[in-house]
């Protein structure tokens, strides 16, 4: 459902230069592509949000949590109803020591990945290891299990608080959310809202954390297109000894281009927007190449990227 008239001047008067209308999509996502936004907002505090969430069910408007937009494809007729950022202002992380051993970490979910990897690599502190290199915001890292073959998200959080579909906060133990690959039951119908996280590192020797970091993000940086545009590996991997990215190499679709996107020559589990790929034609793509592993593997890929938008 489209904005009415009267619900634009509401927002604009709520949110005033917090808020753009028909805002290209393509601005705040690592693909670079995508279509507009009806409105994209920039809550300043976790009130706004509740005002916002319960405005926009009495109104029948649809909502959207953008994260870092590092993981996502928004297709090319962009994103009905109402798009929030928690980026610009629910960023903060505050450190915490609770025993010789361990600190907790309150993050907000706008809080980058990166920022939390520096403090990290400044004091010390190990568990992290896992997201080193890994773009994106915490909030989107929980919602999603984010993780490599180091580690993931589950193993370091305690909790988390979220505003649930009715706009009421909540806070949600580890214990009472399901983890799996990749997955976690906030990606279940009713989407919950995380606002903030609280995360436990331990500490250990910062020059031993330091260049156990600095191997990892070289390695990174050397096997995956880090400054093309993309959204980080498209698929999940699946069951089995191999790799999404060693199955789609073996299928000769390394360096396949489709119009404007490509299966990245680096790393054969990234598409990238080669030049100025639509989202379609990234997708026409992603449908090529898990079309190809099913036909030679009898295996289905699934997308690890979210898709959004009309």
Not at 110 to 135: D, N, V
Not at 206 to 217: G, L, R, S, T
Request: include cysteine; aromatic fraction near 8%.
């Amino acid at each position: 459902m489209s904005l009415t008239p009267q619900y634009k001047k509401w927002l604009k008067a709520k949110f005033k230069n917090r808020i753009l209308f028909d805002e290209p999509i393509s601005l705040h996502t690592s693909f670079k592509t995508g279509g507009n936004a009806d409105a994209y907002i920039y809550p300043k505090n976790t009130q706004e949000i509740v005002v916002l969430i319960k405005s926009a069910k009495k109104n029948n408007i649809p909502f959207f949590i953008k994260g870092g937009g590092t993981n996502l494809l928004v297709k090319d007729k962009g994103i009905r109803g109402v798009t929030i950022d928690l980026q610009k202002h629910l960023n903060k992380i505050l450190i915490e020591k609770n025993s010789p051993q361990k600190v907790n970490i309150a993050a907000m979910a706008g809080a980058k990945i990166a920022t939390l990897t520096r403090i990290a690599l400044k004091y010390g502190l190990q568990g992290f290891e896992f997201a080193y290199g890994i773009p994106g915001t915490i909030g989107g890292a929980i919602y999603g299990n984010a993780g490599t073959k180091l580690g993931a998200v589950e193993n370091i959080l305690n909790n988390v608080d979220i505003i649930d579909q009715n706009g009421k906060m909540k806070k949600i133990e580890k214990k009472q959310i399901d983890f799996s690959y990749r997955k976690t039951s906030f990606q279940e119908h009713k989407q919950p809202i995380i606002i903030k996280s609280s995360l436990s590192l331990s500490i250990g020797e910062p020059n031993k954390v330091k260049k156990n970091a600095k191997q990892i993000i070289k390695d990174r940086k050397k096997n995956q297109p880090s400054t093309e545009y993309c959204a980080g590996c498209f698929f999940k991997n699946p069951a089995g000894k191999k790799s999404a990215g060693a199955l789609i190499e073996l299928a000769g679709l390394k360096g396949k281009i489709l119009q404007g996107a490509a299966v990245s020559e680096k790393h054969a589990n990234f598409i990238i927007n080669r030049s100025n790929a639509t989202a379609q034609q990234i997708l026409n793509l992603a449908e090529l190449v898990k079309n190809r592993v099913k036909e030679i593997f009898s295996i289905e890929l699934q997308f690890e990227v979210k898709i959004v938008g009309e």
